[in-house]
């Protein structure tokens, strides 16, 4: 097993997001063997599928609004749910919000967010627990791209819905996933992600992001 931050600092670089370039992230490139890397060569070092390593759309869409739009998270209670790289914490910590929990279920992950948040001059409080289910401590919960696995994404929502009628304002970013839902959520912005074709099948991915609603309305 190896030691998460030291591998995250040997396979990575410091990047900024196409849409974010507020913001410092330790990310794979096409320079660094981490990106060439299949599943199965990583499972064999110990080391689970690296979705940290990677700004991906809905999280960079989730994060610009995030910056543009600041009192969704100002003086408040927020959490970040699939963190991955923390892009979208950090995001929130940079536009006030009072503390910010970033989950995520890998300990690689965990230390990524960790180190992106030192990088960018904030604090947040990384999370390994499956906190699907647990008693909702947040006035914002902000999901980028999490919604690409059936079972995952109808657990998450069921939660997520749970949150929402009590108080809190969930806001989904997503490029068109397989498993995001077709009704129960109010669009909010649209933006044009630059990505590449190692992780997508085009480079420019239209992103948008979603309030999530207590019932289940149109869109």
């Known amino acids: 097993m190896h030691d998460p931050k030291a591998f995250i600092r040997a396979n990575t670089a410091a990047l900024a997001p196409p849409l974010v370039p507020d913001v410092l992230l330790h990310l794979a490139t096409e320079v660094v063997p981490l990106w060439r890397k299949t599943e199965e060569e990583l499972e064999a070092e110990g080391v689970p599928p690296p979705y940290w390593a990677f700004a991906w759309a809905g999280g960079q869409a989730l994060a610009r609004h995030v910056l543009d739009n600041a009192d969704i998270v100002r003086g408040k209670r927020v959490l970040d749910f699939g963190s991955g790289s923390g892009l979208v914490g950090i995001a929130a910590m940079?536009?006030?919000?009072?503390?910010?929990?970033?989950?995520?279920?890998?300990?690689?992950?965990?230390a990524a967010i960790e180190m992106n948040a030192e990088a960018n001059g904030v604090a947040i409080s990384a999370d390994s627990?499956?906190?699907?289910?647990?008693?909702?401590?947040w006035d914002t919960i902000l999901v980028g791209d999490m919604c690409y696995e059936?079972?995952?994404?109808?657990?998450?929502?069921?939660?997520?819905?749970?949150?929402?009628?009590?108080?809190a304002l969930v806001l989904l970013g997503d490029p068109g996933r397989s498993y995001f839902p077709k009704s129960g959520v109010e669009k909010l912005e649209t933006y044009r992600v630059q990505t590449?074709?190692?992780?997508?099948?085009?480079?420019?991915?239209?992103?948008?992001?979603?309030?999530?609603?207590a019932g289940d309305g149109p869109t």
Do not use: H, M, Q
């Not at 079972?151 to 949150?163: I, S």
């Open 129 to 137: 627990r499956d906190i699907i289910g647990s008693e909702c401590a």
């Open 94 to 110: 940079k536009a006030g919000a009072a503390n910010v929990v970033s989950a995520d279920i890998d300990v690689f992950a965990c």
């Open 196 to 213: 590449t074709r190692e992780l997508e099948d085009r480079e420019i991915r239209e992103t948008s992001v979603y309030r999530l609603l």
């Open 150 to 167: 059936r079972p995952l994404a109808e657990r998450l929502l069921l939660w997520l819905k749970d949150c929402v009628r009590g108080g």
